[in-house]
């Protein structure tokens, strides 16, 4: 957790690709509406805007201990 608190400009770059990404796979996806290709474009969107959401809170996240 703390790699990602001193990498600040690292995790901005990350979650806005996954972010795009993600909205992009979603929306192309739903084109395709009816055709199972586009059921799992729409999946593949969903994980990424997931795994951004995860690296976003990840530096807030309190140590186990």
């Keep these: 957790m703390k790699f ?3 990498h600040a ?3 901005l770059i990350i979650i806005t690709v ?6 992009a796979l979603v929306i ?3 084109k395709l509406t009816g055709k199972l290709l586009g059921l ?5 969107g969903l ?3 997931l795994a951004a959401l995860l690296i976003y809170n990840k530096p ?3 140590p186990r201990r």
Aim: net charge negative; hydrophobic share 60%; proline share 0%.
């Design 9 to 11: 400009n690292l995790r």
């Design 60 to 62: 807030f996240e309190d």
């Design 47 to 49: 994980i990424l805007l």
């Design 28 to 30: 192309g996806g739903w």
């Design 40 to 44: 799992g474009l729409m999946i593949l």
């Design 18 to 23: 996954f972010f795009v990404a993600g909205l």
């Design 4 to 6: 990602w608190k001193e």
